[in-house]
């Protein structure tokens, strides 16, 4: 993460694709809304706002008051759809396989994909929450090309080292490794080789 405080701001793009996991993206706009130094800049596809609905206890206008920015999925005009405006990179928690696919094929039809696509030609740093399973070859091919692209493929996959307890704290570990992507400074979870992990595993 950049931190020279004559440059321009920290910005990340949050993306939400209609995917399971809506938690994930929330779990990250409500971490980043406690880091004043960094600016986010949100677009939610239209699924999104359905699963947002059918998975938590959160409404929209809750979501979007996480964020500094906001933009319709269908302006394709918008700041973030340039390569002008500069950003940090993208987050897309959870990414959908539609939305991967649209990605890794350049279609872009929509904000969301739209501003991802800008990521890979600047050569910033684009992370998908690639949300399913189990997969088929046409999914691994998917993010095949992306990665190809440059783009970083984050599943949330769980870790048990450091002996989560909570369902809170398995979203939290995947939250902290899309953090770690861009070099942002947490306390989410206990690294492996920690003194802290270490004092548990002997006491």
């Not at 004559?6 to 995917?19: D, T």
Request: hydrophobic residues 40%; aromatic residues 6%; contains cysteine.
């Amino acid at each position: 993460m950049r931190n020279d405080a004559a440059s321009e701001p920290v910005r990340i793009i949050i993306g939400m694709s209609g995917a399971t996991g809506a938690i994930y993206g929330i779990r990250l706009l409500e971490v980043l809304a406690q880091r004043p130094e960094i600016e986010t800049h949100l677009v939610i596809s239209n699924p999104a706002h359905r699963t947002i609905a059918l998975e938590t206890d959160f409404d929209i206008k809750h979501v979007e008051s996480l964020a500094k920015e906001v933009y319709d999925v269908s302006d394709v005009g918008a700041r973030i759809a340039s390569g002008s405006f500069k950003t940090d990179g993208m987050v897309i928690a959870p990414c959908s396989v539609k939305t991967l696919s649209a990605i890794a094929n350049s279609y872009n039809d929509n904000l969301l994909v739209r501003a991802a696509d800008v990521c890979l030609k600047e050569r910033r740093r684009l992370v998908l929450v690639f949300r399913e399973t189990p997969l088929h070859s046409g999914h691994i091919r998917q993010m095949l090309s992306v990665s190809e692209m440059g783009g970083i493929l984050l599943p949330p996959m769980p870790a048990y080292y450091h002996r989560p307890h909570t369902l809170d704290d398995m979203i939290n570990h995947t939250v902290g490794k899309m953090l770690d992507m861009f070099d942002i400074e947490h306390n989410l979870f206990k690294r492996w080789g920690s003194p802290e992990l270490m004092t548990e595993r002997t006491t």
